[in-house]
């Protein structure tokens, strides 16, 4: 006779369709899948689930830098294995592929991290790590704020560039902000000096740059060139610099987006047992907001009936007013049957800047 105990594990896909560099592939930062493995080996540790998960990792050189067709491979790589739910894709270039594909034929649910409002449908989730709607009105709020009168754009030529840019553009208006020049960068420019030009000679007072953040790359080394040191701010591009050391330099003096908010206390109760745990306290937005995905993954299968996808995804759909550890105090996580967007409350997203010593806060909440 079988013992009870000897279970096997749940599977879950973790698809990181973005790859920075061709050795990298066997090697992931150990901020993301400590995170996950802590809150689910809690989990079981405290009977909210019965039977451990194992988590299956993809990763595929999706947009910008490679094709969706690699990231659609991958993601039915993870189906096959037996993922019941995965957590991905992550960039929005790749994600209205990927979701056409989830619907004709995959029909797991899958969980993203990436921005763009197209992605969401009947399989598909999300926990926006900011949005190519919600992060404009942030900045445009936030220039406003700080009395800037002439707003200088950069936008890189892609589909999440000219989404931003649509956005931008409405709340500007919305905020009695005149943009007085666009420059169009590619999306994988090193080269900030011809769109810096122009910048200079609109005479902006502030730089915005939209887009996932290689083209900001190199208008640091471009402003120095010409002595120019004006106010700048970007989306969650800014969160390109938490890469390594080699990229930080690129944003220092830039405002930013992300989600890790110090006076967030279950983002602190969650720093108190990762740190525990590893021995490090990593301050920014990879460890609260794969707390927030994890527990969302812990809730739904603990909650499925009966655990298969579709499963699944119906127990998603219950979560209701999940306090999480990305964005503001009060922050909370719902779904619903015709609600994909999980974030509520008093905001998702933080402004801080980089100094080159170290980040600090400029604004937190989405409108406080």
């Known amino acids: 006779m079988a013992i009870a105990k000897d279970v096997e594990p749940v599977k879950i896909g973790v698809l990181m369709d973005i790859i920075s560099d061709p050795e990298m592939r066997s090697k992931r930062h150990p901020d993301l899948p400590d995170a996950l493995n802590l809150v689910f080996d809690d989990a079981v540790k405290q009977g909210v689930l019965d039977r451990p998960i194992e988590i299956i990792y993809g990763s595929a050189q999706g947009l910008p830098r490679g094709s969706v067709k690699a990231v659609i491979d991958e993601f039915g ?106 420059t169009i960068v590619a999306q994988n420019s090193i080269d900030g000096r011809a769109a810096v030009a122009q910048l200079k000679a609109a005479d902006c007072d502030a730089i915005v740059h939209w887009g996932f953040g290689y083209g900001l790359f190199g208008f640091n080394d471009a402003l120095e060139e010409i002595g120019w040191n004006p106010p700048r701010y970007c989306g969650t591009a800014f969160e390109c610099g938490y890469g390594s050391e080699e990229l930080r330099h690129h944003f220092v003096g830039w405002v930013g987006l992300e989600q890790y908010d110090e006076e967030n206390p279950v983002a602190q109760a969650f720093l108190d047992r990762f740190e525990a745990a590893y021995g490090r306290r990593p301050e920014y937005y990879m460890p609260v907001l794969a707390h927030d995905l994890a527990n969302c993954v812990v809730r739904a299968i603990a909650n499925a009936e009966p655990m298969s996808p579709r499963g699944i995804k119906e127990s998603l759909e219950r979560i209701k007013m999940m306090p999480a550890a990305c964005g503001s105090a009060g922050t909370r996580i719902s779904f619903g049957q015709w609600t994909r967007r999980g974030w509520m409350g008093a905001g998702y997203l933080t402004a801080r800047s980089f100094t080159g010593d170290g980040f600090k806060t400029e604004m937190r909440g989405r409108y406080s």
């Open 77 to 182: 790589r993870l189906v096959d294995e037996g993922c019941v739910i995965i957590l991905g894709p992550q960039i929005s270039e790749n994600t209205s592929a990927v979701k056409e594909e989830i619907e004709r034929s995959f029909r797991v649910p899958a969980i993203t991290m990436a921005g763009s409002d197209k992605w969401l449908g009947e399989w598909t989730f999300n926990l926006c790590n900011g949005s190519m709607s919600d992060e404009p009105a942030f900045l445009a709020q936030l220039c406003k704020r700080n009395g800037h009168k002439r707003i200088g754009v950069v936008v890189e030529r892609s589909t999440i560039g000219q989404e931003y840019l649509a956005f931008f553009r409405n709340f500007c208006e919305m905020e009695g902000l005149p943009i007085v020049v666009e």
